[in-house]
């Protein structure tokens, strides 16, 4: 393995990988005997390992720098490939759907690859190909527009997470100002992102009709692989969040306001824990990059290892640059058994969030991609996937100091309030996305409205000082996941409910927590999502009082260190 930047991109050979195809699935269709069907697996997964390594590379490169003529004109020629890919691709999961060898591969490695392989059948097809080259184009015209936004304020040309850190900061007016200028960005782009939002929810409402879905909603709960559980049930779920989150967190930010010593709480105040400023990390990227190291060769053998990779290899891009897109994100190199973390520092704590919560992701990946021959089952679905980010951001918590110094009980501190105080969020943008793809036929007003409603119920304390166009719903926008990930968000939340249970027993033994969260890494994607639950030995979130239970000791911990006067 080389350094990432030292990688040489080089556009995948599709047609040598159609043709793998192929005759893998010729291979599976007359092999005589299970070892025949399986080799004929395992050679084509060694040509997609190769493809999906550079498709990779291009998109990595590409959120780096969006104004990148090259990797922007390679993206749009690789998305195109892929879904001329379709057909080829059907017709080999059919062959392994239907092999005679069926039950020996499920007897070797489980049956949530069949359950993989039958979903992806009724969810793709080249029918849906036209409609699947323009969803890619939307994405990525979204990111460009996002990416590209900037304004001035105090004297240097900020992006959106250039704000963020003004609206942390101890003087008021300041929070005020940078807040009106993030909200004066996203209205800035509001037209276009409205017109190009209609077509993304129009399309994909059109694949699920075209595929023989009622609605977008059905196809999507598929395609996501939520085999386990329904509609009903995260409606359910958010009903818990309601009951027992929502009075937590109005709680919490009523003694946020007294402690500001402030007459009303508005949405800048928020991110403002303490009156004399939150806690800040020490240090400049590098320097946190080596005390993350540092951090993960004390927690485990593991994690040594994993990080230590990581730097060798230069396998991330955390800083804020112009033209990056935004957010953060981890994904895998899957030739080098390698994962890549993406991220958008910006001079507050979220920075350390990242080199926990990502990295989780990368460490689960790094064990998984070393330990499980099916690259697909390497890794599972959200739900399982964010507990592994979660997780490690309340393991890491005896490594704060050299990050925070003396404010690292701030750090934790905040730290826990914005886990718990985030769910509420977290369950308004799952409830927002079943109304969309509902009614389809929703305008940009509809929309506006219908976040507005449900935000006012998850989140009453939510004061945009008048702002018109947040108070009038406009702050749907701001979340890129429901652009470019639909549906992809009810995880952080189910994710998290897991978390606080790890987060419990470390308090109690963190050796047998520990131990529980390898066992759920190494386990991947090898079983369905309740299972997957139990291997790690955590709770149902989905079940009744699940909620209350996993988050009453965050709660009697946050008043504890936060609301005594």
Partial sequence: MVRFNEIAYQRPDMDALKDAAEKATRKVCD??????????????????????????????????????????????????????MIPAFKAWREALAGSRFRKEFEAEFGSQLFRKIDAALMTSD???????????????????????????????????????????????????????AWAGLYEQISGELDVLYAEMVR???????????????????????????????????REQVLKTITPAVAEIRESQRKKLGIDRLRYYDEGLKFPDGNAVPIGTVQELV???????????????EFFSFMTEYELYDLETKPGKHMGGYMTRLPLYQAPFIFSNFNGTEADVDVLTHEAGHAFQGYLAMRSIPVAALSGSTSEINEIHSMSMEHFAYPWMEPFFGEKTGKYITAHLIGALCMIPYLVCVDEFQHAVYADPGMGAADWRKTWRDI????????????????????????KLHIFLYPFY???????????????????????????????????????GYFELLETGNLLNPFRDGTVEKSTAHVIREIRSRYMQD
């Fill in 31 to 84: 092999a005589k005997s299970y070892p025949e069907a399986r080799e004929a697996y395992f050679s084509l997964q060694e040509m997609e390992k190769a493809a999906d390594t550079m498709y990779t590379v291009c998109h990595i490169r590409n959120t780096i720098n969006t104004a990148d003529p090259f990797y922007d004109s390679e993206m749009k020629w690789l998305r195109e490939a892929e879904a001329r």
């Fill in 126 to 180: 080249e029918k849906i190909v036209p409609e699947t080259v323009r969803e890619g184009e939307l994405r990525q015209a979204y990111q460009k527009i996002t990416a590209g936004a900037v304004t001035e304020f105090q004297g240097e040309k900020c992006n959106f997470y250039g704000l963020l850190k003004h609206m942390q900061s101890t003087d008021r007016a300041e929070r005020k100002e940078a807040f009106e």
């Fill in 203 to 237: 399309i994909r409402d059109t694949m699920a009709k075209k595929m023989g879905f009622k609605t977008y909603t059905e196809m999507a709960y598929l395609s996501r692989n939520r085999f386990d559980y329904t509609r009903e049930d995260a409606a359910g779920f």
């Fill in 290 to 304: 080596e005390k993350a190291r540092n951090m993960y060769l004390e927690m485990s053998p593991e994690t040594g």
């Fill in 455 to 478: 935000e006012k119920k998850y989140m009453p304390w939510r004061d945009y000082d008048g702002n018109e166009f947040l108070e009038s719903g406009g702050f749907w926008m701001q």
């Fill in 489 to 527: 968000y009810i995880e952080y939340a189910l994710a998290q409910i897991c978390a606080f249970q790890y987060y419990g027993r470390m308090k109690e033994n963190r050796k047998a927590a520990w131990e529980d969260y390898l066992r759920l890494c190494r386990a991947g994607g090898t079983k």
